[in-house]
């Protein structure tokens, strides 16, 4: 026989705590805005900061494979875009467009142990590398050019700490 639930214990139930309340809700909803609103700025920096990681290690592969080059003959005239390769990497003399194209110059200033090499990250940061054989060694450089034109190295800011 089926169990029957007297009408006076159905009103009972239904005016009770059979739910959440709007101030409840809200509440809930404000905590999760905040947590979100911590979260994304968190996370679009350690984006960017990927992003120019990875082309940080472009710049630093490229240059192994020019320091590589220079040994031969003490001279970086061999280290031009045509002559360096990587599957990773492609490389240009004019304009970096990418993390994974790096544009070089071997023989920037006219000097044929100056070696200099830009990347453009995927946050839109130009990031640059310069070795002097015979002087100040590895210098780095970070821009917000429109463009990663490696024929308009930065004049100045040259920083001889990595990318600080």
Not at 25 to 42: Q, S, Y
Not at 56 to 64: D, E, F, G, I, N
Request: charged fraction near 15%; hydrophobic fraction near 40%; glycine fraction near 8%.
């Amino acid at each position: 026989m089926p169990m029957t639930v007297p009408d006076e214990d159905r009103s009972a139930r239904s005016d009770g705590d059979s739910g959440f309340s709007l101030v409840e809700l809200a509440l809930v909803i404000l905590i999760v805005g905040v947590l979100v609103a911590i979260a994304i700025p968190n996370f679009l920096g350690s984006r960017r900061s990927a992003n120019d990681r990875s082309a940080q290690a472009s710049l630093r592969l490229a240059l192994s494979l020019a320091k590589t080059a220079y040994t031969a003959d003490e001279s970086y005239m061999k280290a031009q875009a045509a002559d360096l390769s990587d599957p990773a990497l492609t490389f240009t003399s004019g304009t970096s467009t990418s993390a994974t194209q790096v544009a070089v110059a071997g023989n920037t200033g006219g000097d044929a142990r100056t070696w200099t090499a830009t990347v453009r990250s995927a946050s839109g940061v130009c990031l640059w590398i310069r070795d002097t054989a015979t002087g100040q060694g590895t210098e780095y450089h970070r821009t917000q050019a429109a463009t990663c034109d490696v024929a308009n190295p930065p004049s100045s800011g040259w920083a001889t700490r990595c990318f600080s």
